[in-house]
């Protein structure tokens, strides 16, 4: 999406969102998951359907449960996606306030973009507020 | 002293948004129904929306 005005050069959401984020779908075993979404060092993993669209999520509590139940019974369903041109420091905001340890990146017919996670929004959203204290 | 409680756990949490003051089941931003600060999507997505027009250097 094209950018302009005075915030154009600030990064926003999409931009700060790990779009690495480990993924699975429905039918898989939480067990099986969990071992996946361990091993590559998260905490987190977005469901997804083959259209790549966000049905679900996992965070640390969900991917603690019982590891024979299917993701579909074991994931937050439906969680709130933001979009990618959210400015960060918005993000970071809201995510401080309501304690969110990430959210879920996606375009706006709901494809995943990736996972903010609240400690790199805050960083970016730092970043910010140093150069506008510059400029 | 036992402190009581008269609430009856299986009835429904209501949250009241902080904008507007409208009675909401969960927050929007979080999706808890236990959230401090609870917001209705209207209000949440007017605040994440607003951050976007801030003026121009153009003034258009």
């Known amino acids: ?135 | 002293m036992n402190a009581t409680s008269t609430a009856d756990p299986r009835d429904p949490v209501v949250l009241t948004c902080i904008e507007c003051r409208r009675e909401i089941d969960w927050c929007e931003f979080c999706d808890e129904i236990d959230c401090g600060v609870p917001i209705c999507y209207r209000c949440m997505n007017r605040a994440l929306e607003d951050a976007l027009f801030e003026p121009h250097e153009h003034g258009a």
């Open chain 1, 1 to 135: 999406m094209p950018s302009e005005g005075t915030n154009a050069e600030y990064p926003r959401a999409g931009d700060v969102a790990r779009s690495d984020v480990p993924t699975c779908r429905m039918d898989e075993r939480l067990g099986d998951v969990g071992e996946r979404v361990g091993s590559a060092g998260w905490d987190a993993c977005v469901v997804v359907n083959d259209e790549s669209v966000v049905m679900g999520l996992l965070r640390s509590k969900e991917l603690d449960g019982d590891p024979e139940l299917p993701i579909e019974r074991a994931m937050r369903p439906g969680p709130s996606t933001f979009r990618p041109h959210v400015p960060i420091q918005e993000m970071a905001d809201f995510m401080t306030r309501h304690d969110l340890v990430n959210a879920p990146i996606t375009t706006s017919d709901g494809r995943l973009v990736g996972l903010l996670v609240r400690e790199d929004a805050q960083k970016a959203a730092s970043g910010v507020e140093r150069s506008k204290g510059e400029g």
